[in-house]
């Protein structure tokens, strides 16, 4: 069955580390990939895209992820962590390119200050 | 340019009572989607319409859950009887199709 595996439910950075948040894909065929962030009590925001393009994709906010075929990856970094960026994050597939997003269960970030 | 709009933002019900929540897309996007939230999983895909036709309901839990877009606008899902495992967040997002989505900040639904 098509799914996201987000390994780790919970990651915690201090502010101004390295943030990494990782995202699997379960297709031979690249998807379309995409990386959310919610705040709580909001509804999903979309950090960036992957549609077939520059294997790099950068974001808002400073986030990027690189998409790699061989790993079936799509690991979403951010160099240096601010407070602001502690929220829920979700990776989601788009395995047939026409709108029907299969959503991770999703990584809470923690910043410590 | 306004963004997706849900209501209501809370409500709380019964078990066995019905409950229906409202979803207005942003102006020009002719796809629309339903998604179910569960605390703690990411959203689930329960309905994907093309202007007023439904593109896929195969997540939808038709002997409870009816969704409808009447005149390819706004959209309306209800629960009917609702159980206790639906309570979650129902999200509404929209878009030009396929283009990136759009979400509302959703509707909690609370059954006890």
């Known amino acids: 069955a098509q799914s996201v595996t987000q390994l780790g439910s919970h990651v915690s950075v201090s502010e101004g580390a390295l943030v990494l948040l990782r995202c699997n894909y379960s297709s031979s065929v690249p998807p379309y990939l995409f990386w959310y962030v919610q705040y709580p009590n909001q509804g999903l925001q979309l950090l960036l895209k992957?549609?077939?393009?520059?294997?790099l994709v950068k974001g808002i906010n400073g986030f990027e992820a690189e998409f790699k075929k061989s790993e079936t990856s799509f690991h979403l970094t951010k160099p240096s962590a601010h407070m602001s960026d502690a929220a829920e994050y979700f990776c989601a597939v788009d395995y047939n390119q026409g709108g029907k997003l299969i959503f991770g269960q999703g990584t809470e970030l923690s910043v410590k200050p | 340019e306004a963004g997706v709009a849900q209501s209501p933002r809370y409500k709380i019900i019964e078990k066995r009572q019905s409950v229906a929540f409202w979803c207005n897309p942003i102006s020009g996007h002719a796809t629309l989607y339903w998604y179910q939230q569960i605390l703690g999983q990411g959203p689930k895909l329960l309905i994907q319409f093309q202007n007023n036709g439904v593109v896929d309901d195969s997540q939808l839990p038709k002997d409870r859950f009816s969704a409808e877009r009447l005149k390819g606008v706004d959209s309306t899902l209800k629960i009917q009887p609702a159980k206790l495992e639906d309570s979650a967040v129902y999200l509404c997002a929209s878009s030009r199709p396929n283009n990136e989505q759009f979400f509302g900040p959703g509707t909690r639904l609370t059954v006890l």
């Open positions: 992957y549609t077939s393009a520059a294997t």
